[in-house]
């Protein structure tokens, strides 16, 4: 490694070299996840760039793109842009790009944000659950689509249908049945043709987030035979958890859209073995416990959102490795395909001379407790706690530098703020 990027790929040991020796470990390229919400600044008290980009580090993560929601404000202007990198100044213990949003109203921003460095755009097609941050209807979206288009810039889609939303009858708000059904699959397909036909129309790119159910998967494929540039990405909980197994009150598992039946399930990972998906990322989205509503187990008043930013390669390890699939199809999933997503392949994302020198030294044989006091996350609430994880992440670099080792976090946070121009 030199300069933050590695010089060479070899077999041998130099004398003039300094050795790093892990054994038997696996050393792979870090994790991009292109998927975090880190909610500052104004809600720092849900999670933070100190506190996420620690927990990224841990779990193996060398560069992560922050959403723009939850923070205040959100990242929907180039003044608010500034805000948040601000805000993130000398935390950051890995890499950090940012992800522009699209609300009602503000097209005439995207190109100033795009022109300041954002790596893609996010919208949501529902109510986010923030009122900064509003759902786009079909009409904002015939306005940012063909503006997005002459950029060469990616919307990323929280694929919602709000008209398909339901609350059943009589709900019993603490039975998860009741919160699964308030959010049926037609929600989400419904608004995957609606984004691909329009992305279609106007040669727009757009990337599905947290695809969660079965039949959207033929809709990717359809859309992908008419030549429209959709990707896809799934996330740990949804590949992990099915509903069947989420008991009353269990709110640290309410996420929107849902975790599904375990039908689902077995065919998302049809689908990422398949390539119909192409990702996965945490979709990491904290909160302070309290606003899980553990007490009350109330589905349809806890925050919709999942903590696992830590936990994301021995989690999807040890679904892979039930499943008889190889790791280098992990590091497809979870490094190289998220890099290119956001036009960072050719710098992270695979090891290879003059790329960035990210790297996870990953240990397949050991196993990783999921216990609080081990968790970096500002909140320690996860579904994941009391589980044993298979194989653990011994090492992080992050541009040439252990942002994290078995001895404990590196005291000096050195990860770079990018823009899509940074080299």
Known sequence: MR???????????SPAIRIHDFGDAIVMPGLVDTHVHVNEPGRTDWEGFATATR??????????????????????????????????????HVDVGFVGGVVPG?????????????????????????????????????????????????LMVHAELVEHLRLPSAPDPTNYASYLASRPPLAETAAIELIARLAGEFGARVHIVHVSAAESIEVLRRARARGVAITAETCPHYLTFSAEEIGAGATELKCAPPIRSDAHRAALWEALVRRDIDLVVSDHSPCPPSLKRRDTGDFFAAWG???????????????AH?????LERIAQWMSANPARLVGLDGRKGEIGI?????????????????RAEALYHRHKLTPYLGRTLRGRVRATIVGGRFAFSEEGMSATPTGRLLTRQTR
Request: proline share 6%; glycine share 8%.
């Open 55 to 92: 927990a990224a580090a841990a779990g193996g993560v060398t560069t992560l793109l922050d959403m723009p929601l939850n923070s205040i404000p959100a990242t929907t202007s180039r003044a608010a842009l500034a805000a948040k990198r601000e805000a993130a100044t000398e935390r950051c």
């Open 305 to 319: 959102g999942i903590s696992s930013l830590q936990l994301g390669l021995s989690v999807i390890s040890d679904g």
């Open 322 to 326: 039930a499943r008889g699939i190889a």
């Open 106 to 154: 503000n097209t005439g921003e995207l190109a100033p944000m795009w022109d300041a460095g954002v790596f893609a755009f996010k919208c949501f097609l529902v109510p986010s659950g923030v009122d900064e941050f509003p759902a786009v209807s079909e009409s904002d979206l015939r306005q940012a689509l063909p503006l997005l288009a002459s950029l060469g810039a990616t």
């Open 3 to 13: 300069d933050g990027l590695i010089a060479s790929v070899d077999d041998f040991a």
């Open 354 to 370: 003059g790329r960035d020198a990210d790297i996870v030294v990953w240990d397949p044989n050991q196993t990783t407790p999921v």
